[in-house]
């Protein structure tokens, strides 16, 4: 079954210290991405990747690392959480750079920092 | 910001059809109508998408004005489990999804 797998789903930390969150994609899909979405202000991209090794931030990638090492995973780091960073994060796939076609996204991770 | 107009919810019976419409007057010629779902807290889910001609599949049709400037995303038969925030979207290929505030639609039975 295609899908994009995210772990944990649900994540309560301190403040300060650091975490990641990853994603996996069974699909062999070039471009993943990383978005937060917060009350009132919807959906918003962090980071992407349209291929290994290839990064770019989106709108809000203050406080966020990512990584692209293998085509398959992107994992969300959090060097130093602070509770602005309190929100829930989804991660998606598509296959080719954008959206010229179905874009598949992560069930959601729950962060709470405090 | 987001590219397009939705309104922000809309009401539909069960069993009718639901007709969402999506307002993108500035859209350029490479830039596609994308029509994504949100369903209570997952992650949104992919509907259609179309760049002139209408499209349909096994979730919606997608009908594109001639001009390209607006959308209506339908539902044929809305069931309870359509209830959900409706993203319409406009990219071009290989351009970044940027979602707006989107139209929450509530079925009722």
């Known amino acids: 079954e295609a899908q994009v797998t995210q772990n944990p789903r649900y994540l309560i930390t301190v403040t300060g210290k650091k975490l990641t969150v990853t994603c996996s994609q069974n699909?062999?899909?070039?471009?993943m991405s990383w978005y937060r979405q917060d009350p009132g202000l919807g959906l918003r991209q962090i980071y992407y990747?349209?291929?290994?090794?290839?990064?770019d931030k989106g709108d809000v990638p203050e406080g966020y690392k990512v990584s692209r090492k293998e085509k398959r995973n992107f994992p969300l780091i959090l060097e130093s959480p602070s509770p602005n960073q309190t929100s829930l994060y989804f991660c998606?796939?598509?296959?080719?750079?954008?959206?010229?076609?179905?874009?598949?996204f992560g069930q959601g991770t729950r962060l709470t920092v405090v | 910001d987001a590219k397009t107009t939705q309104p922000p919810s809309m009401d539909c019976a069960e069993g009718r059809a639901a007709n969402l419409p999506c307002n993108h007057s500035?859209?350029?010629?490479?830039?596609?109508v994308y029509w994504y779902r949100q369903i209570h807290s997952q992650g949104p889910q992919y509907i259609i998408h179309?760049?002139?001609n209408n499209e349909t599949n096994e979730m919606a049709s997608l009908i594109i004005t001639e001009d390209r400037k607006s959308s209506t995303l339908i539902l044929p038969h809305a069931t309870l489990r359509d209830t959900a925030v409706y993203y319409c979207?406009?990219?071009?290929?290989?351009?970044?999804?940027?979602f707006g505030k989107g139209t929450r639609l509530h079925i009722l039975p």
């Open positions: 699909m062999n899909h070039e471009y």
């Open positions: 179309g760049l002139k």
């Open positions: 998606a796939s598509s296959p080719l750079g954008g959206v010229n076609t179905e874009a598949f």
């Open positions: 990747s349209m291929n290994v090794e290839v990064t």
């Open positions: 500035t859209i350029s010629g490479n830039e596609y």
């Open positions: 979207i406009v990219s071009a290929r290989d351009d970044k999804i940027i």
